[in-house]
Each structure stands twice: as C-alpha cells, then as structure tokens.
C-alpha cells in the first residue's frame, strides 16, 4: 500500500501561480511513476502532468504544457507541480496517484494509488 496525500490547494487569481505537493508514504516512493490528475465539477478526471521513476523523463497534456512543471525528490518521497501562468480553467480537485510502472502513464486506470486531493480555484 502507498499512501499519499496533496497539499499547496487555493485560490489564486488568472495568472498566479501554486505549488502543489505530494507526499507519499508506505512503499520504496522510487519504485512508482508519480502522476496529477485533475477533476473539475461535472467532469471526467484528466491526466495533467507524469514523471517516471528515476527524474529522468516528463510528460504533459497539452493544456498545460509550459505552464506546469512537475518534478520529484525521492530522498522526501515528494512529487511536486508548480502551476504557473493559471487560467480559470485549471479550477479543479487536484490529485497524485502512483502507479508500477517505470515510465510513467496518462492514463488514469494504470494508477494504483490515489490521494485525497486538494482544490485549486482560479478567479478571473
């Protein structure tokens, strides 16, 4: 079991940005791909951002591309997401999840683990 749980969620106004973090505990955090998700009202949850095993290799949806970095330290078993440049848009639940696999996945049904979320809300 790999427990994880977000942090960093608020309310910031169009152009702003967060930091959101993740902290895992529970399983060797270096084993997982780490991912973000997010989930807006009436929506499907949606792949934002992946970085695979050993900080070597990130992935991105379009919508967030240049604006988003994700990154993790896995001496502090944190995977993080810096939101830069944020639209009203990107208001959402935000969520980590771990998944097995080395390289990383946007699919939202190879994630193993999940977090609870935290909220990002952005005022235009």
């Known amino acids: 079991q790999v427990q994880l749980v977000e942090s960093g969620g608020g309310l910031v106004q169009a152009g702003g940005s967060l930091r959101l973090s993740c902290v895992a505990s529970g399983r060797t955090f270096s084993n997982y791909a780490m991912g973000w998700f997010r989930q807006a009202p009436g929506k499907e949850r949606e792949f934002v951002a992946t970085?695979?095993?050993?900080?070597?290799?990130?992935y991105y949806a379009d919508s967030v591309k240049g604006r988003f970095t994700i990154s993790r330290d896995n001496a502090k078993n944190t995977v993080s997401l810096q939101m830069n440049s944020l639209k009203p848009e990107d208001t959402a639940i935000y969520y980590c999840a771990a998944e097995l696999r080395a390289g990383g996945s946007y699919r939202k049904g190879e994630y193993a683990y999940w977090g609870q979320g935290t909220q990002v809300t952005v005022s235009s």
């Open positions: 970085i695979n095993r050993s900080n070597t290799g990130t």
